[in-house]
C-alpha cells in the first residue's frame, strides 16, 4: 500500500476490503510522505517490509522473490499516476482509488502503460460493487427495461457545507480542497466520478455530449462543491446529473434512476439491499439482495437473505475481482466471467474525460460540448 497511513479514512477501507475475503495480504507500505509516520503506522499494521519512500518500495519489491503482487494507491490525486506508473515499470499489478488522475493526457497514459505491461490496473469505483448493482445492469443489458430513454444520477453530501479546511484539523478537507492535491475538479472528481461511472456501469451507455456548471457556494473555497450537468446519449437518450457537497441535511444520498421504454429501475446507495423496478403500467416490485435470481448479484453476494450487505462488502468484491484478474494475468489463462464487471483504468479515463467536458462546458457558460473519444 502507498499512502493510508494513521488517521487516513480511505487507507482503512482499503486494508478491510483487501481483508474480507482472504484475497490479498498486506505485507509491504509506503504509508506516508513522512518517513516517521511512515514507520510508525507501518508498526501499528504489523507490516513486514515499511519504506520510507514509494520509488524505493516500487525498484526494491519489483525484485524480490517474494514480492508484492499488487500495490493498493490510496494517496491524494495528484500522485495516483507517478505512483501507479512506478510499480508498472515493476511489473506490479495496481488498485488505484478514484479519481485516476488528475488530467485526462495524465490518464490516457496510464492506460497506455497497463495495455504495454499486461497488468491489470483496476479502479476502486465502489458502488459498481453492490449485488444488486450489478443485478441491475444484467436486466438493462438483457432488455428487461426495454430502449433505455432517460438516466438520472445524483450524489449529494453535506460535509464541506461550511469551510471545514480552513481551521486545518480535517485532513481529508485540506487535501481535497486543494487544487494542487486533488486536481482541478472538487466535488465533480470527488463524487461527481461516482454519479457518472454508476450512471454507465448500469445503463451501458456513456453521453456524447454535455452542458454543464460547476460552482463553489462557500467563499474562498479553491475548488467547486456542486456540479450540474444535462447528458446527451447516442441513439436519443437524456439523462441529468447533479453532484454537491454542500447540500446541507445529505449523508451519503448516492441515488440512480433508469427509465427504459418497457419499465424502470431505482437504486438508492443508503438502502443498498434493495433494488426497485417498475414495469410500464404494472406495480412497482422491490427487489432484494440474495433473493434475485442473477449470476453477477449472486457472485457479489456473501450473506442470507436479510443479513444487509453495505459499503466495506462492495469495497471487498473489487478486490476480490482484482485478485481473481491477478490471478488468471498470473496463470497466462482468461480472466473468471464472474470477475469482469471489475472496473478498471479504462473507466478511469472515461471518468476524466467527463471531467474534462464538464470544465470546459462550464468554462463557456454552460454551452454544450461534445466529449472527444
Known amino acids: 500500500m502507498v499512502g493510508g497511513g494513521e488517521g487516513a479514512f480511505i487507507g482503512a477501507v482499503h486494508r478491510i476490503a483487501a481483508r474480507l475475503d482472504d484475497a490479498f495480504e498486506l505485507v ?3 504509508l506516508s510522505s513522512d518517513p516517521v509516520r511512515a514507520q510508525a503506522s507501518a508498526e501499528a499494521l504489523g507490516l513486514a517490509r515499511s519504506y520510507a519512500d514509494w520509488r524505493e518500495m516500487a525498484r526494491v519489491e519489483g525484485t524480490l522473490d517474494d514480492g508484492i503482487d499488487a500495490v493498493a494507491i490510496v494517496t491524494p490525486n495528484h500522485l495516483h499516476a507517478p505512483v501507479a506508473h512506478a510499480f508498472m515499470d515493476a511489473g506490479i499489478h495496481v488498485i488505484c482509488d478514484k479519481p485516476l488522475a488528475v488530467s485526462l493526457a495524465e490518464g490516457e497514459a496510464l492506460a497506455r502503460h497497463a495495455r504495454e505491461a499486461g497488468l491489470v490496473f483496476a479502479l476502486t469505483h465502489t458502488y459498481s460493487g453492490y449485488p444488486l448493482v450489478r443485478h441491475a445492469r444484467e436486466m438493462v443489458a438483457a432488455g428487461e427495461i426495454g430502449e433505455v430513454r432517460i438516466v438520472q444520477a445524483e450524489y449529494a453530501q ?3 457545507a461550511t ?3 480552513r481551521d486545518g484539523a480535517n485532513r481529508q478537507a485540506n487535501w481535497r480542497t ?3 492535491l486533488a486536481g482541478p475538479a472538487g466535488c465533480l472528481g470527488d463524487i461527481g466520478t461516482h454519479a457518472y461511472q454508476l450512471a454507465a456501469f448500469v445503463s451501458g451507455l456513456v453521453p456524447e455530449a454535455l452542458a454543464a456548471e460547476v460552482h463553489t457556494f462557500v467563499p474562498g473555497r479553491r475548488v467547486d462543491d456542486h456540479v450540474q450537468a444535462m447528458l446527451r446519449y447516442a441513439g436519443g437518450a437524456r439523462g441529468m446529473l447533479w453532484a454537491s457537497q454542500v447540500a ?11 427509465y427504459g421504454t418497457k419499465g424502470g429501475l431505482a437504486f438508492d446507495q443508503e438502502e443498498p439491499n434493495i433494488l426497485w423496478f417498475t414495469p ?9 439482495r440474495a433473493r434475485v435470481a442473477g449470476a453477477a448479484a449472486r457472485h457479489a453476494t456473501r450473506v442470507p437473505p436479510g443479513h444487509p450487505e453495505g459499503y ?3 469495497f471487498a468484491q ?3 475481482d482484482a485478485a481473481a484478474q491477478i490471478a488468471a494475468s498470473e496463470a497466462g489463462v482468461p480472466a473468471p466471467p464472474e470477475s469482469r464487471m471489475l472496473t478498471t483504468v479504462d473507466d478511469g479515463v472515461e471518468g476524466l474525460r467527463f471531467i474534462a467536458a464538464v470544465l470546459a462546458s462550464s468554462a463557456a457558460g454552460g454551452a454544450w460540448q461534445r466529449i472527444a473519444r
Open 248 to 258: 446541507s441535511g445529505a449523508e451519503n444520498a448516492l441515488r440512480l434512476r433508469v
Open 28 to 30: 509491504a507500505g509506503a
Open 280 to 288: 410500464q403500467g404494472g406495480e412497482a416490485e422491490r427487489l432484494t
Open 318 to 320: 473489487l478486490y476480490r
Open 163 to 165: 469551510p471545514v479546511e
Open 158 to 160: 453535506d460535509w464541506l
Open 178 to 180: 486543494d487544487p494542487a
Open 312 to 314: 466495506l462488502e462492495a
